[in-house]
């Protein structure tokens, strides 16, 4: 079961908006975004571990500050997507 409240009180902390009560869709919509995020976050640290237990010259290019901060800004821009398409 869905519990909708703990969800908007999550997803408002995190992305700092307000709902209209019956966004339940978009509420969601959001949570599975954040979820895919944090899935990605998950498998780079294993990535990262897993890079570590190698040679140095068999270890890839490690992946810099400025990636991450992309991958953030296509999260983001992924949720004010999804708002504006709910929100019309």
């Known amino acids: 079961m869905l519990n909708v409240s703990r969800l908007e009180k999550g997803l408002k902390e995190a992305l700092d908006?307000?709902?209209v009560e019956g966004d339940v869709e978009l509420l969601v919509l959001l949570d599975f975004v954040i979820f895919m995020e944090r899935l990605a976050e998950e498998a780079e640290k294993e990535m990262v571990k897993s890079n570590r237990r190698k040679t140095f010259s068999q270890r890839p290019r490690q992946e810099t500050t400025d990636s991450v901060?992309?991958?953030?800004i296509h999260v983001d821009n992924c949720v004010e997507r999804v708002l504006r398409e709910f929100r019309g």
């Open 17 to 19: 908006i307000d709902f």
């Open 69 to 72: 901060v992309v991958r953030k």
